[in-house]
């Protein structure tokens, strides 16, 4: 019993130093030499300033302002989304695509709750998108994507049908040729791990960056 | 019935006893096994 | 449903054995002290820490002995775990606290140190909210480490019972230990880490980073040593996420690829241990015939949630969502999933987990169809037999062995009999009360806490009214009994306004009755299988004849899923009725 305490007390820390201390240290400095972007984040910067990373989704909305105040609901700032930008999946994060803080939306299947949330979605989806596109945009059309939260949150990617919607709106209030946009959702669009593992994604962060290039926004 | 902890409906309370109880006597039997 | 969602999970149980395989030979090598190729890198370290820890790895204990060392051994690891958790303002010098968070409170520290220790990793907390770089990394890392070694020896040390034939010697617990983490887990650990750097995963100490977007709104980013801890949390079948949405997280999960690479991961070790078991007994065709069994469990629990999923909810269709597969969408009930990894590559991560003692989530099982739900709920009730946790699914089998074994020996009117050795009374009482611990405390616990108001506390508001609450009450015992530790996360047990922890509060009933169940869910089982090795250990082995029943041939796979299925169905088939079948039956919405 004694040699047990013992040997379990002495174990427990040698064990910490070579699980908890050692182990973390050794993969820590190997990732920070070999792969120091992916390391830290994969951060993108414009003109010297930290804009983001280019794994996280996040809000690409304006800020409210009434009488010239922003606008705020227990403490969030209340946002529209900015047509001139491509915009992320919804979000149960708070506020929206707060990679500090992420979480699930907890919606079931059955609930009136969801239903709810899902029919808001896609209300503001249509309200945002539908004037600029060819047709009409019902809630039958709009993907899934678009209209159910993401897990993380802070999901970087929309489907590629999601991307092809907006696109038209994108270029409407940017003054670009829908075939401009296109190519860009092309070349931001993700395949598949090892050609099947997942789906592909339209990286929302590089494509808007992009399209600030395109537009000379940005240097 | 009210614990101190929480409020159990007294139909639950009983099933949750008599459950316990039917439990520990089917263990019982099976450790005094052979012996019925 | 697509055609390559269908070929990864195909492609996902090939590569799984074959992975195995080799992984199984190289562990029964590791296990039997025969000479292995990684040898040269841990013979000295694995000296240091017998002359460090006073050990002496030739004494072999019986089965009292070994438990003994396991139990004072977790002990301390639990003791060490609260004070570092509970401490956390404590460790700023280290620099490894940027954010200055300060500790849980006292329930929900029990709860999560409870959970770390026996592989659970139940999380009532967010992780880049609550957990500072050094809890994370010194504390629950290295619980994650250890529960799989704890789980691991286990495993072993009934291979050694059931196999053994002088005396009543089931091995030295920490020598099993040792080896296992610097023969086994280490070596993986490092070579999964970077493949997770490589494809996006992080690895730093830095502050979490503040921005503004390009549209001018404010927004952090939570940093710290991610791909490390992910590794183990695989690796080991533990799942407590860096973050608070686990891998559904792009800095725990960032692409499909490593979606896979952690699928395959979660269940390379429990595969690989089984056919380890073969070797050391033996007889290889008994390993193929218990992986058989679980490989066809695993695949048909693949495909009802992947047809589940893919088939939507009726919340969606009643928002007037159309879910069919189009050109450039993915279908299906995308609510609570990501868009790198599509239907297939969340349905088949969440069988994976749920199949095992992992509980690591890449999409919200919350949100899950009824049905869709309803899997990892059934793979739960099994006992995780399907693979199983790391050394816990196969010492969790193989007493199911032995109930089939004896159940097949009643039928055709012989003495039931294992690998030679008689199963009598004795270990067939230990085998029957070992197994029916996890589903009866899931059940208590799940009665108490749905029955008192106190235990209804922690139903989320949306699901208050319906069978989702009942659902989400009955996951969170169901998942803390079998120490898996995936949740339906609505159901909260620490309210947490601000992070850091200032100002917030457990939900005591929630915390303790949790902890308590993971506790003894984990160590009673133990004790039992441990007990068995020992009844078994030393048995007189008689050779096959004519009457023996054979436990390597297709008949046996048939009897032993079958008395896998009828348990658990006998067990939980009314509590699944009141909760997911009825969300799946019905197109009803609750308020």
Known sequence: MKRDIITSAIGILVLTLFCGILYPLVITGISQVAFPGNADGQLVHVDGKLVGSQEIGQNFGLQVYK?????????????????????????????????????????????????????????????????????????????????????????????????????????????????????????YTGGRGLGFSGEPGVNVLELNLALDRMNGVHA | MTLVIASISGADLFGLIVSLLVCIYLLYALLRGEKF | MTFLGWLTIVLFCVVLTLLAMPLGRYMAAVYTGQPTFLDPLFRTPERLFYRVMRVDPERSQDWKQYAKSLIIFSLAGWLLLYFILRTQTLWNWTGLNPEGFHSAPWNVTFNTTSSFLTNTNWQYYGGETTM??????????????????????????????????????????????????????????????????FQGSIQNFSHYVNFNGPTGLANSIAMGPVASQEAIKELGTNGGGFFNTNSAHPFENPTGFTNFV????????????????????????????????????????????????????????????????????????????????????????????????????????????????????????????????????????LLYVLLAVFIGGLMVGRTPEYLGKKIEAREIKLVAIGLLITPLAALFSTALATASSAGRQSISAAAAGGPQGFSE????????????????????????????????????????????????????????????????????????GLGTMRTDNPTFVVLLIGVIVLVGALTFFPALLLGPIVQGLTGHLYQ
């Open chain 3, 132 to 197: 500072s770089y050094f809890s994370q990394m010194a504390g629950l890392t290295v619980q994650n480490f250890l529960s799989a070694g704890v789980g691991i020896a286990v495993a072993v040390a009934l291979i050694r019972g059931i196999i053994g034939r002088s005396g009543k010697g089931i091995g030295n617990f920490w020598q099993d230990l040792i080896r296992t983490v610097l023969w086994v887990l280490t070596p993986i650990s490092i070579v999964v880490a970077l493949i997770l750097v």
């Open chain 1, 67 to 187: 009488n010239g105040k922003p606008v705020m609901q227990n403490g969030v700032p209340v946002t529209n989304p900015d047509p001139r930008y491509f915009q992320t999946r919804p979000s149960a994060t708070v506020p929206p695509n707060n990679a500090a803080a992420t979480t699930f939306s907890n919606l079931g299947p059955n609930s009136v709750a969801t239903e709810q949330e899902i029919s808001g979605n896609i209300q503001a989806y249509i309200a945002l998108n539908g004037p600029y596109y060819p047709g009409k945009l019902r809630a039958a059309n709009v993907p899934v994507d678009a209209a159910n939260t993401s897990a993380s949150g802070i999901d970087p990617d929309i489907s590629v049908r999601n991307a092809d919607i907006q696109a038209h709106r994108v270029a409407a209030v940017r003054h670009l040729s829908l075939a401009a946009v296109m190519t860009l959702v092309n070349k």
């Open chain 3, 262 to 397: 952690e699928m395959l991961t979660v269940l390379v070790i429990p595969a690989g241990l089984v056919f380890m078991y073969g070797r050391m007994a033996g007889n290889r065709r008994q390993g193929y015939a218990i992986f058989a069994t679980m490989l066809v469990m695993f695949f048909g629990a693949c495909c009802v949630a992947y047809v589940a999923e893919a088939h939507g909810t009726p919340a969606q269709h009643a928002a007037g969502l159309h879910t069919q597969v189009v050109a450039g969408s993915t279908g299906g009930n995308m609510e609570g999933k990501e868009q790198r990894f599509g239907i297939a590559g969340s349905a088949l991560f969440d069988v994976v987990t749920t199949v095992t003692s992992c509980g690591a989530v890449n999409s919200a099982i919350e949100s899950y169809t009824g049905i869709g739900g309803a899997v990892p709920m059934a793979n739960l009730s099994a006992s995780e037999v399907i693979f199983g946790g790391v050394g816990t699914g196969l010492y969790s089998i």
């Open chain 3, 473 to 544: 009450t009955f996951y969170a015992y169901l998942s803390q009994a079998n120490n898996n530790g995936s949740a339906f996360a609505g159901y909260g047990g620490f309210v947490q306004p601000n992070a850091g922890s200032l100002g917030s509060h457990g939900i005591t009933f929630a915390d303790l009755l949790g902890g308590f169940t993971m506790l003894f869910a984990r160590y009673a089982p133990i004790l039992f299988a441990l007990a068995v090795a020992g009844t078994l250990a030393g048995k007189r082995v008689s050779p096959a």
